[in-house]
């Protein structure tokens, strides 16, 4: 992703006549081979990944088209565009998992709809329902969420050193976004991380209603109610382990966890953070990789579902 980003930014610029048309080619050559993902641990200790980056890619370039390389950028502009660029596939998974559990959901209320079954309150039992009623609570959010995924905004970053863009034009910087799939942004926003927030915000969401569902299946099947696939016991023979809803709940509790690190973290000072940005580079991946796995075990138990008895 990384690479992707230096590449639109020496074509952008050479269509606007900031850097020779022949330096832009030539950059574009060097980001085509791959790089050693050794620099991820190089960047760790040099502070941040794009200087052995760049290191490497300047050793691809002769002595003409390496000074026009990351023209007016800086560090920030190249990981937080990649990390919207690798955001963006995320959150099509967490779409496409979410999607799954939905209609996972919806076949069993077509199947169960008029199953009656007892209405808990307090977990003590209030009144009879049905299983349609209660698939339909579970299903308006997750619809919500779905529809709050699929319009998500993933904004390029583009800023230069103390985010003023100086030296990037408007023209530039729309025409990055255009080749990352990006959405346009008015200005830098290194130390706004709304941006962040909001996508790890749609995670965490998505994770808890897994995790709610996942839940109250485990409960209505430790009452007999339901079924679902069941996992083995190393210490008692036939126990019926609800090890989908268990993998969701582990997940989403871990995903609550990890979200925390961002959206508790300190404010970020001044033009560029100290600190908190780097924390991002832990916790942001995490938050996507736990909430896709409690989504996906989630749908997994939705899937095996049998509701076994009413009221």
């Given at each position: 992703?990384?690479?992707?980003?230096?590449?639109?930014?020496?074509?952008?610029?050479?269509?606007?006549?900031?850097?020779?048309?022949?330096?832009?080619?030539?950059?574009?050559?060097?980001?085509?081979?791959?790089?050693?993902?050794?620099?991820?641990?190089?960047?760790?200790?040099?502070?941040?990944?794009?200087?052995?980056?760049?290191?490497?890619?300047?050793?691809?370039?002769?002595?003409?088209?390496?000074?026009?390389?990351?023209?007016c950028?800086?560090?920030?502009?190249?990981?937080?565009?990649?990390?919207?660029?690798?955001?963006?596939?995320?959150?099509?998974?967490?779409?496409?998992?979410?999607?799954?559990?939905?209609?996972?959901?919806?076949?069993?209320?077509?199947?169960?709809?008029?199953?009656?079954?007892?209405?808990?309150?307090?977990?003590?039992?209030?009144?009879?329902?049905?299983?349609?009623?209660?698939?339909?609570?579970?299903?308006?959010?997750?619809?919500?969420?779905?529809?709050?995924?699929?319009?998500?905004?993933?904004?390029?970053?583009?800023?230069?050193?103390?985010?003023?863009?100086?030296?990037?034009?408007?023209?530039?910087?729309?025409?990055?976004?255009?080749?990352?799939?990006?959405?346009?942004?008015?200005?830098?926003?290194?130390?706004?991380?709304?941006?962040?927030?909001?996508?790890?915000?749609?995670?965490?969401?998505?994770?808890?209603?897994?995790?709610?569902?996942?839940?109250?299946?485990?409960?209505?099947?430790?009452?007999?109610?339901?079924?679902m696939?069941?996992?083995?016991?190393?210490?008692?023979?036939g126990?019926?382990?609800?090890?989908?809803?268990m993998?969701?709940?582990?997940?989403?509790?871990?995903?609550?966890g990890?979200?925390?690190?961002?959206?508790?973290?300190?404010?970020?000072?001044?033009?560029?953070?100290?600190?908190?940005w780097?924390?991002?580079?832990?916790?942001?991946?995490?938050?996507?990789?736990?909430?896709?796995?409690?989504?996906?075990?989630?749908?997994?138990?939705?899937?095996?579902?049998?509701?076994?008895?009413?009221?």
């Amino acid at each position: 992703a990384m690479l992707a980003v230096e590449s639109a930014v020496a074509v952008s610029q050479a269509e606007a006549g900031d850097i020779p048309q022949a330096a832009a080619e030539a950059i574009v050559e060097a980001c085509l081979a791959p790089v050693s993902a050794d620099i991820l641990a190089e960047g760790w200790t040099a502070g941040t990944p794009v200087l052995p980056l760049l290191d490497a890619l300047r050793s691809r370039l002769d002595e003409s088209a390496a000074p026009h390389l990351h023209h007016c950028l800086t560090t920030q502009d190249i990981i937080d565009s990649s990390a919207m660029i690798l955001a963006r596939a995320a959150v099509t998974e967490l779409s496409t998992l979410a999607t799954r559990a939905r209609d996972a959901l919806r076949t069993a209320a077509e199947r169960y709809g008029e199953r009656p079954t007892q209405a808990r309150s307090f977990l003590q039992p209030a009144r009879e329902t049905t299983f349609g009623f209660r698939a339909g609570r579970w299903l308006t959010p997750l619809e919500a969420l779905i529809d709050h995924a699929n319009d998500a905004g993933f904004p390029v970053q583009l800023g230069g050193l103390v985010g003023d863009r100086d030296g990037l034009s408007d023209a530039v910087c729309d025409a990055v976004a255009q080749r990352l799939g990006l959405d346009g942004a008015p200005g830098a926003w290194h130390t706004d991380r709304a941006p962040v927030i909001s996508l790890l915000r749609l995670a965490v969401d998505l994770a808890r209603w897994a995790e709610k569902v996942a839940g109250d299946l485990a409960l209505l099947a430790s009452l007999d109610e339901v079924r679902m696939r069941a996992g083995g016991s190393t210490a008692a023979a036939g126990k019926q382990n609800p090890i989908d809803a268990m993998r969701a709940m582990a997940a989403a509790e871990a995903c609550v966890g990890v979200t925390a690190i961002v959206t508790s973290g300190k404010p970020h000072e001044l033009e560029r953070g100290l600190g908190s940005w780097h924390a991002e580079w832990f916790a942001v991946p995490l938050v996507f990789m736990t909430a896709a796995a409690a989504l996906e075990a989630t749908g997994d138990a939705l899937s095996s579902l049998t509701v076994t008895k009413g009221a």
